[in-house]
């Protein structure tokens, strides 16, 4: 029996559409390139400058940041001869310096007292007070402002208040404050004569 030409045909045709259906779907695969691009951001974090500095004519400042370096302080009238009952005065500026680029606050850390001649303990009949000045000539005795410190001995502080410090633009020395720091001798027999007594004032201050 003769097979059938029409039957082969279609099967011709049908493996031919097979075929390019393989070819097709082998050529379909197609493999695309994974396309990449990055940014990338940087942050530069560079310290400041504080810095605080003390003057006892309010024009030539310097640093005096330890004990053995503080500044000695002009008091007025016969300091290096008190007498019972005596009150001197002493001016002091304290700003922050050219270099500083924040504000801060100054705070009065206390105050240590030595007596240096036996049998004088003068330390406790000498009281103290400083002032912010507001009005008035401190070494006159003339100041009035608001207190930043005081005590009732030279080893005492029982009154602290802190003071704004103000830096200003870059180059620029901050604004100074005027400090008047007056000291008064106790009564007779109570402030022993002969006696040598020293004081160091600290005052901290801290970045805002």
Known sequence: ???????????????AIM???????????VTLAAW??????????????YNLEGSDDGTTYADQDTAGTALDLTFSGLFANLTADTTVHAAYWLRLDAATTTDGTLTPAGVTATDTV??????????YEIIQVTAGDCELGTAT???????????????????????????TPGTAVPLC????????????????????????????
Do not use: C, H, Y
């Open 36 to 49: 990449t691009d990055s940014e990338f951001a940087e942050g530069l974090f560079t310290a400041g400058s």
């Open 145 to 171: 402002g608001t207190v930043v410190a005081s005590g009732t001995t030279l080893n005492a502080q029982e009154v602290a208040n802190s003071v704004d410090l103000v830096a200003n633009a870059a180059g």
């Open 1 to 15: 029996m003769l097979g059938d030409p029409m039957g082969q045909e279609n099967t011709r045709k049908a493996r």
């Open 19 to 29: 075929a390019g259906g393989l070819v097709l779907g082998v050529g379909a695969v």
């Open 118 to 127: 036996t049998g004088t303990a003068n330390a406790g009949a000498i009281s």
């Open 181 to 208: 720091v007056s000291v008064t001798t106790g009564p007779e027999g109570t402030f022993l004569e002969g006696g040598n007594t020293s004081a160091v004032w600290q005052f901290t201050s801290v970045s805002d």
